[in-house]
Nanobody, 123 residues
C-alpha cells in the first residue's frame, strides 16, 4: 500500500514563500507521475502542477495561475516530490494535496492521494 504524506504548509504573508513536500512510502515513484492539487474553502479541488519522469527525462506542467511562481521537482533518492511556492498570493490559500499515478504512460488519473496540508496566505 502506498502512503503519501504532505508537509510544509503554514501561514505566510503575501509575497512570501513555502515549500511543500510529498513523501511516499510503500513503493518507489521514480517513474510515476506526481501531481499537486489544491482546494480552497467552498470550491472544488483543482490541478496545480504535475511532474512525470519518462526515459530519464522530467516533464512538468502547471496551471496558468501559478506559472512563473511555483516549481515542482522531485528527489528520487528520497522518494519525495516538492512544490516550491514563491510570490504567494491570498488566492493561493487552500489545502494542498499530492497524488501519484503509476500508469505508464500517464493517463490522467491518480492512484493514491495524500491527506493534504493547509496553506494560508494573508494579505
Amino acid at each position: 500500500q502506498v502512503q503519501l504524506v504532505e508537509s510544509g504548509g503554514g501561514l505566510v504573508q503575501a509575497g512570501g514563500s513555502l515549500r511543500l513536500s510529498c513523501a511516499a512510502s510503500g513503493r518507489t515513484f521514480s517513474s510515476a507521475a506526481v501531481g499537486w492539487f489544491r482546494q480552497a474553502p467552498g470550491k472544488e479541488r483543482t490541478f496545480v502542477a504535475r511532474i512525470t519522469y519518462i526515459y530519464s527525462v522530467g516533464s512538468t506542467v502547471y496551471t496558468d495561475a501559478v506559472k512563473g511562481r511555483f516549481t515542482i521537482s522531485r528527489d528520487n533518492a528520497k522518494n519525495t516530490v516538492y512544490l516550491q511556492m514563491n510570490s504567494l498570493k491570498p488566492e493561493d490559500t487552500a489545502v494542498y494535496y499530492c497524488a501519484v499515478s503509476f500508469d505508464l504512460p500517464f493517463r490522467g488519473t491518480y492512484d493514491y492521494w495524500g491527506q493534504g496540508t493547509q496553506v494560508t496566505v494573508s494579505s
